[in-house]
C-alpha cells in the first residue's frame, strides 16, 4: 500500500464521523513548532468550555433542521469552501441557522484539529502531528468524562450523518468496525496526545522521547563473525532456484465490469459503485487505473501465463493484503472467505509448488487492527492467526503452528543451507491502534528473530526474511524499525536477501553500517519490495522472479513482469499479454546484485535524470498513468531506497529540504487506504 498517510486518529478517533473539509491553500514555508503549540493551546481552551451533551442535542436539532432544507449545492459548496464554511453560524447558507453555540464550538474544535499540515510532495510524506493531537485530544477528553460506548456510536453514527461528506455507508462501517477498538484502547490509555501521536508518526512529530514506547533488544554476547562477501561466485556453474513473488493482489469478488469507475468513494468498480455518467467511466474488463481493485479473471490469467512462462518455478514468495480497498464494508468472515479462497486459488494453479506467505495489513478486518497476544477476548486476532495456520499448513506442514497461531510468524527450512522467515510485520504498523498499550516488542517477535538467526548463524545456514511492510517505510514505527535493522546488521552474513510489498511499487531498500552522524559507512542488506498485482491505482499489474543461489541464497538477478492494462482492456475476449517489463542485472546495467552495487546504482540515478527516468517508468510497472516526478519526488525516491530504518530521512537524506503546505483535503481516507 503506498498512497500518502493522514492521520488514522482523525478519523477513527469518532472525528471519523466528523469530516471538515478545509479550504485548499498553498502555503509559504512556516515555523511548525509555533503553529502547533497555538492550536494546541487554542483547542485546550475551547475544550474547557465545551458541552458535550449540549452539542449532541444541537446536533439532533441541526440534523432535523436539515432534513427539511431543499438545497442541492449543499454537498457541492461543502465540497469548494469546507463543511465549517458551510454550516458557520455566521453565515447565510441554509440550515446554518440551526447549529447552536455548544455544536458550534465543537465543530470548532474539530476543524482546529483538522488545520492538518501535510509534508506534500516532500521526502517526509507522514501524518500532521498537528491533527493527530488535536483528534486524539478531543476523543481521550470525550470518553474521560464518562459516556458510554453505546452513547459515543449513536453520537458518532448521529455526526456522520448530519456532517460528513462521505457516503452514509461509509459512516455506518467505518463507526462500526473501528468502534470497538478504539474506545477500548483509548479508554485504557494514560498518555498524552504528543506521546501517542510521537510514538505513531514519529518524524511528522519531531520524534519526542517517550519512557512508555522506548525499548531495545539486547543482542548475545556472542562475537560477529568476520562479514562475508555478497558478491557471488561464478554465476555460470552455481546451481540456482527460481523463486516467484507477488504481492497486494487485493482481490475484489464484487468487481463488475461496465460500472462506474471514478465513484465518490475509494473504491470503485462495482455495481454499488453509483451510476455511469459517461462511457469513459466505466470499468475495463480487465481492471482499471483508477480506484478499484482486482478482478478474479485478471489473477487467474497471471496464473495461467506463469504456469506457462515459468514451469520450473521451485518457491513462492506470497507477501500478503489479500482482500479488497473497502476497509469501510469488511468483516472478519469476509476476510477469512478471502484468505480461504485465494489459498484454494493457488493451490489449484500450483498444486506441487510449496508457497511460503507472509501477513498483510489489510488481512484483519478492520484493517492494521492486530492486537498482541496479550489481548484476549473478543478483540483477540486467534480468529485470524488459526485461519492462517489451518491454511498455510497445507504448504508448511504443522511445525510453524506455534508461532504463527501465536504471533502470526514462523520459519522453515525450504533447502538445504537456505531458510525462510515469514515476519509479521504489522507489529510495527503505526496504524495498528493495540500498540499503543504496549509497544514493546509485540509478540517478542523479534527476540524470536533473533533467536532464529543466532541458531542458523550455528548451523551455517542462510536465511532470507519475507513480510509486507518494508521495515524503512513510513508506516513502520520508529522503534521497532530501529531494533529490526540491529538485529539484520547483526547478522547480516546470515540474512541474504529480504523480500516484502506493501507500497504497489517496483523497489527496493539498501541497509548500511552507518556512522554515528548517520552518514552511510558500507551497504549490507538489501530488500527487494516487490510491485503489485491490484492496479490500485494508476498501476500495471505486476510479478517479481527471482534468481537465486542455492547454496548461499544470493539474489543473483531478478525480472519483473506485467500486464499493459489499456491494451488488455481493448480485447475483453482474449486473454491478456504478460510481458516482461526489465532484468534487473541486464536493463539497470549492474555487475551484480549485491547490496554495494545497488549502492553506486543509487547514487547514478540521482546524478543520471535520463537513468532516473528509466528507473521511475519501471517503478510505475510502465504505467502511463505514473504522475510526473519533479526534484522533490526524485529526491524522496532517492532518500527512500538508502533508507531501510523509518523516519530517520533528517538523519540520512539531510540535504533534502523539509517542504509544508496545507494538506489537500480531499485526500483525507487516503492514510486509511495507503
Not at 107 to 129: D, T
Request: aromatic share 12%; proline share 6%.
Amino acid at each position: 500500500m503506498h498512497k500518502t498517510s493522514v492521520i488514522k486518529m482523525a478519523v477513527t478517533c469518532f472525528v471519523q464521523f466528523v469530516l471538515i473539509f478545509a479550504p485548499v491553500l498553498n502555503s509559504a514555508p512556516i515555523n511548525i513548532t509555533s503553529f502547533e503549540a497555538e492550536i494546541e493551546a487554542r483547542m485546550r481552551s475551547k475544550l474547557e468550555i465545551l458541552n458535550i451533551t449540549e452539542a449532541m442535542e444541537e446536533l439532533q436539532h441541526y440534523r432535523q433542521h436539515l432534513e427539511i432544507i431543499e438545497d442541492h449545492g449543499f454537498r457541492e459548496r461543502g465540497l469548494a469552501d469546507g463543511l465549517y464554511s458551510v454550516i458557520d453560524p455566521s453565515s447565510n447558507h441554509p440550515g446554518s441557522r440551526y447549529i447552536g453555540k455548544h455544536l458550534s464550538t465543537l465543530l470548532e474544535v474539530l476543524q482546529l484539529g483538522q488545520v492538518v499540515y501535510e509534508v506534500e510532495n516532500s521526502v517526509f510524506g507522514g501524518a500532521s502531528c498537528t491533527a493527530c493531537k488535536a483528534g486524539l485530544m478531543f476523543l481521550s477528553y470525550y470518553i474521560h468524562t464518562g459516556v458510554t460506548y453505546e452513547t459515543l456510536l449513536s453520537d458518532a453514527h448521529n455526526m456522520c450523518y448530519t456532517l460528513s461528506m462521505i457516503s452514509r455507508r461509509m459512516c455506518i462501517g467505518l463507526v462500526e468496525s473501528f468502534g470497538p477498538e478504539v474506545y477500548h484502547v483509548v479508554k485504557h490509555l494514560d498518555q498524552s496526545p504528543e506521546e501517542m501521536c510521537g510514538f505513531m508518526f514519529g518524524e511528522a512529530c519531531n520524534k519526542p522521547h517517550s519512557e512508555k514506547h522506548e525499548w531495545e533488544i539486547f543482542l548475545p554476547l556472542i562475537a560477529k563473525p568476520e562479514i562475508t562477501s555478497k558478491e557471488p561466485a561464478d554465476t555460470n556453474t552455481r546451481k540456482l532456484l527460481k523463486i516467484l513473488h507477488f504481492s497486494d493482489t487485493h482481490w475484489d469478488p464484487y468487481y463488475a465490469e461496465g460500472s462506474n469507475a471514478l465513484c465518490d468513494e475509494p473504491m470503485c468498480c462495482r455495481e454499488t459503485s453509483g451510476p455511469v455518467l459517461h462511457l469513459e467511466d466505466r470499468a475495463g474488463y480487465w481492471g482499471d487505473y483508477r480506484k478499484c481493485d482486482t478482478p478474479l479473471r485478471t489473477i487467474e490469467s497471471m496464473y495461467r501465463h506463469i504456469n506457462k512462462e515459468h514451469k520450473d518455478i521451485d518457491y513462492i514468495y506470497w507477501t500478503g493484503d489479500l482482500p479488497p480497498h473497502d476497509i469501510w464494508n469488511q468483516t472478519r468472515e469476509g476476510n477469512l472467505k478471502v484468505l480461504r479462497e485465494t489459498s484454494d486459488q493457488l493451490r489449484q494453479y500450483f498444486p506441487e509448488t510449496t508457497i511460503l506467505p507472509a501477513l498483510g495489513n489489510h488481512e484483519s478486518a478492520p484493517v492494521d487492527s492486530f492486537p498482541p497476544p496479550f489481548v484476549e477476548g473478543d478483540h483477540s486476532i486467534s480468529w485470524l492467526h488459526n485461519a492462517m495456520d489451518t491454511e498455510w499448513q497445507k504448504w508448511l506442514g504443522p511445525g510453524p503452528g506455534v508461532t504463527l497461531q501465536y504471533g502470526g510468524y514462523y520459519s522453515v527450512n525450504i533447502a538445504p543451507g537456505l531458510r525462510v522467515i515469514s515476519l509479521n510485520m504489522n507489529y510495527c504498523m503505526n496504524k495498528n491502534f493495540w500498540l499503543l498499550l504496549n509497544s514493546t516488542d509485540p509478540a517478542q517477535e523479534l527476540k524470536w528473530l533473533m533467536y532464529e538467526l543466532q541458531l542458523a548463524e550455528f548451523k551455517g545456514e542462510k536465511v532470507h526474511l519475507i513480510g509486507h511492510i518494508p521495515p524503512g517505510h513510513v508506516d513502520c514505527t520508529a522503534v521497532w524499525s530501529r531494533e529490526f535493522n540491529k538485529i539484520v546488521h547483526r547478522y547480516e552474513s546470515t540474512v541474504t536477501a529480504q523480500f516484502y510489498g506493501h507500497t504497489h511499487l517496483d523497489e527496493f531498500q539498501v541497509f548500511y553500517e552507518r556512522q554515528a552522524d548517520g552518514h552511510k559507512r558500507r551497504a549490507t542488506n538489501i530488500a527487494y519490495i516487490g510491485p503489485s498485482v491490484t492496479p490500485y491505482y494508476g498501476l500495471n499489474p505486476s510479478y517479481r522472479v527471482y534468481h537465486v543461489g542455492k547454496e548461499d541464497g544470493l539474489v543473483i538477478d531478478h525480472e519483473t513482469w506485467y500486464m499493459n492494462l489499456t491494451e488488455a482492456n481493448l480485447s475483453p475476449g482474449e486473454d491478456p499479454v504478460w510481458r516482461k517489463l526489465y532484468e534487473a542485472r541486464k536493463d539497470l546495467q549492474m555487475p551484480s546484485l549485491s547490496p554495494t552495487n545497488w549502492d553506486e546504482y543509487i547514487q547514478l540515478i540521482d546524478g543520471d535524470n535520463e537513468l532516473f527516468s528509466q528507473f521511475y517508468y519501471y517503478y510505475h510497472g510502465a504505467s502511463p498513468e505514473r504522475p510526473h516526478c519533479d526534484v522533490i519526488c526524485k529526491k524522496k525516491i532517492i532518500c527512500n531506497l538508502q533508507s531501510s530504518q523509518s523516519h530517520m530521512t533528517k538523519e540520512f537524506c539531510n540535504k533534502i529540504v523539509k517542504t509544508w503546505s496545507y494538506f489537500n483535503p480531499l485526500s483525507w481516507f487516503s492514510y486509511l487506504w495507503s
